[in-house]
T-cell receptor, first 115, second 112 residues
């Protein structure tokens, strides 16, 4: 099993450009999440999905869109990149484990720089 | 709203015990988690504790939960240089979503 994979690993964008980050998981997990990690701020939830075809807003959704057309994939889009979106983006997936413990499994991250 | 707070940095000598502390605000959290992040990598689940437990031990790791004070701690016995990493505390929020709120992370530095 590859677990959770993210594409690309690194990207540099100019302000105003758009891009899509791809997250894929091969564990048949129902739940998927996109986070951003900034120094001293921990991880903040951008959007999440509780199943194929469903998405919901997290803590910091502005400037991002997501889609979950297939159970194994969760896409994060930046429509018009801004320097404030420079960050490391992590995808995670989870299942409802024993006693609804929802253990999350993380991808390796995408480092995005917007100039 | 929900919030999770951690101290930012801890330095210990190899062989000593490390104790990383965390406070949280949502008293309805069902589970509390500890994740580890090594440089350049994603987060890896270390352990978690159900909210009706006071303590959980897993090899060198001991988790203590004081639900009254909303305080969680992670003790690492016989700390090794390979334990150097960022440790995140997280609490579950909402129901049937698996959503977590993470603390800022504690950087553990282990000196030889």
């Amino acid at each position: 099993n590859a677990g959770v994979t993210q594409t690309p690993k690194f990207r540099v964008l100019k302000t105003g450009q758009s891009m899509t980050l791809l997250c894929a998981q091969d564990m048949n997990h129902e739940y998927m999440y996109w986070y951003r990690q900034d120094p001293g701020m921990g991880l903040r939830l951008i959007h999440y999905s509780v199943g194929e075809g469903t998405t919901a807003k997290g803590e910091v959704p502005d400037g991002y869109n997501v889609s979950r057309l297939k159970k194994q994939n969760f896409l994060l889009g930046l429509e018009s990149a801004a320097p404030s979106q420079t960050s490391v983006y992590f995808c995670a997936s989870s299942y409802s484990g024993q006693g609804d413990s929802y253990e999350q499994y993380f991808g390796p991250g995408t480092r995005l720089t917007v100039t | 709203g929900e919030d999770v707070e951690q101290s930012l940095f801890l330095s210990v000598r190899e062989g000593d015990s490390s104790v990383i502390n965390c406070t949280y605000t949502d008293s309805s959290s069902t589970y509390l988690y500890w994740y580890k992040q090594e440089p350049g990598a994603g987060l890896q689940l270390l352990t978690y504790i159900f909210s009706n437990m006071d303590m959980k031990q897993d090899q060198r790791l001991t988790v203590l939960l004081n639900k009254k004070d909303k305080h969680l701690s992670l003790r690492i016995a016989d700390t090794q240089t390979g334990d150097s990493a960022i440790y995140f505390c997280a609490e579950s929020i909402g129901s049937n979503t698996g959503k977590l709120i993470f603390g800022q992370g504690t950087t553990l530095q282990v000196k030889p």
